[in-house]
């Protein structure tokens, strides 16, 4: 039988749980294990084949002129954030593990130019 | 009494996405109603040309912020198809948890969107809250909320592992009480009844000649559904039943999502406990062969089609993209006609719209001022001209 109302044993019930939503920045949530976030880059093992750049979807990744400390002839990538959709896939396709996804999410900066991993 | 024609949209505050709606009113009843869409085309279909498989499948992933995994689900199985590979049979039961999973989100997103759409934020704010549970269960498996970035050409990215199996059936045993309830205040409170009851009201009849999907279609009590009628990834062997419901109006389509939302349920859980041991991807090559393939794939808001065209290159020659809502789109047109005027926004967000889906293509004769109705043939004919006069008319 309808009846207006039936939802007012639900919402007592409700009275007594926490709120859903946190009050960030003050109070933080942990983050999950092996979520994706900002990159690790290390230089010293990349070997400059430029497969993360080929396979970035947005351009994030790119090949820059500075010489590669592994094999000098070859080029390295820089990663910039500002335009990273953190899906992983420089970090799948790096043959030699020189690209990782830690779990820094906060990143939020006053220049533009401090969201470029080197 | 005299006619009124309100244009709502492209920009309105009413509407989530930009779309245009028409409505000719005679009083409070309306007596036409026309739907433009194409506000929101992005070129998807282009822009996938230019970008390599592996690119395009985070592009796809983009076409829709709800049900992304199904997009790339279809994208890699027609490229898996046109490759002649075999997913190994831990990748497609993963792929399923997840595509699942996916539908459980929209449909309790559904939910909140139609208790607010018909001025009972109580729901939505209970349903929103209820969908975190599979949210945080999605972020755990996959690494992220919404685009999920899971799905690979040749299976998926991430095994699943004890621990979040364990969390997986866990959170499953949640949303079942949770779900419980929404059928129960679905089928009960006042306030749904009255807004929904008799509301865009589609008989079967008129559902297939206008092409209806989904839950739209199968709360006009046609038993259609693409996990049943051709079986892809590993819906052949999970058990589950297809909803259909006798009413045909807006509160048939609560009750289909609500209880298909339930089969979900025991569909994950039926995965995670029968989940086959082994690999879960296999390598595939970056260059894909000439050929052409079709997938389908039962989205949350009904049939979505993608159909690819592979030139040799690493880059597909054409993508073609049809969203659910873009075949629900006419039938909400249709509803429309006659209806009360406070029942349009009950009627358009019954279908679960996702006009970023929809909007591929839009031709606009803006010099003539016209409209014609052409046929089959006469649009090859016109696409034929056109290409044969090098895009002149």
């Not at chain 1, 990744?61 to 896939?89: A, E």
């Not at chain 2, 490229?79 to 595509?99: A, D, F, W």
């Not at chain 2, 559904?225 to 051709?230: H, L, S």
């Not at chain 2, 989205?299 to 030139?311: S, T």
């Amino acid at each position: 039988m309808a009846r207006a109302g039936y939802m007012i044993p639900m919402l007592l019930g409700k009275l007594t749980k926490k709120p859903v939503t946190v009050m960030y920045p003050y109070e933080k949530l942990e983050p999950f294990k092996d979520i994706r976030a900002k990159i690790k880059f290390d230089t010293n093992l990349c070997i400059g084949c430029g497969i993360c750049a080929r396979d970035c979807p947005s351009g994030a990744c790119y090949m820059v002129d500075i010489p590669n400390p592994v094999d000098k002839k070859k080029k390295t990538p820089h990663f910039d954030l500002d335009m990273c959709t953190f899906c992983g896939q420089c970090d799948e396709s790096c043959p030699k593990d020189a690209i990782k996804l830690t779990d820094e999410y906060e990143l939020a900066h006053f220049k533009r130019g401090e969201l470029i991993v080197k | 009494m005299a006619e009124v024609t309100i244009p709502i949209g492209p920009i309105h505050p009413a509407l989530k996405e930009p779309e245009r709606f028409m409505i000719t009113i005679e009083g409070e009843t309306v007596v036409a109603a026309d739907v433009r869409i194409g506000h929101i085309h992005r070129g998807i279909e282009k822009l996938a040309e230019s970008k390599t498989y592996i690119q395009n499948l985070y592009l796809t992933e983009r076409i829709c912020g709800i049900c992304s995994f199904t997009h790339t689900t279809n994208f890699s199985q027609a490229t898996e198809e046109i490759l002649g590979i075999e997913v190994p049979k831990r990748g497609v039961y993963l792929r399923t948890i997840v595509n699942e999973l996916e539908r459980i989100h929209s449909h309790l997103l559904w939910i909140g969107v139609a208790g607010h759409e018909m001025g009972f934020d109580t729901l939505f704010m209970y349903s929103w809250d209820d969908r975190e549970i599979v949210q945080d269960l999605l972020e755990i498996m996959t690494g992220n909320r919404v685009n999920y970035a899971y799905n690979t050409i040749g299976g998926v990215r991430r095994d699943m592992s004890p621990e979040i199996a364990q969390k997986a059936l866990k959170a499953m045993d949640k949303l079942e009480v949770a779900m419980q309830k929404y059928i129960d205040i679905g089928l009960n409170e006042d306030t749904i009844l009255k807004r929904t009851q008799g509301v865009g009201v589609l008989s079967p009849a008129d559902a297939r000649r206008l092409t209806a999907v989904g839950p739209r279609l199968r709360a006009s009590g046609i038993k259609y559904d693409v996990r049943k009628a051709d079986p892809h990834a590993a819906y052949d062997e999970v058990p589950f039943e297809v909803i259909t419901s006798d009413t045909h109006d807006v509160h048939g389509q609560y009750v289909v999502r609500a209880l298909e939302t339930l089969e979900s349920i025991k569909m994950v859980r039926w995965m995670v406990t029968n989940l086959p041991d082994g690999d879960y991807r296999v390598k595939t090559p970056r260059k894909v062969p000439e050929g052409e393939s079709f997938s389908r794939t039962e989205a949350p808001r009904g049939e979505d089609i993608h159909w690819l065209v592979a030139n040799g290159t690493d880059k597909p020659e054409r993508l073609k993209i049809r969203a659910p809502t873009y075949a629900n789109i006419a039938n909400v047109a249709f509803n429309l006609k006659g209806a009360h005027i406070a029942d349009v926004p009950m009627i358009v967000a019954g279908i679960d719209p996702c006009m970023g889906c929809m909007d591929r293509v839009i031709i606009i004769d803006a010099d003539k001022k016209t409209q014609t109705v052409t046929d089959e043939a006469g649009l090859w004919k016109f696409a034929n001209d056109w290409y044969a006069n090098g895009g002149k008319k």
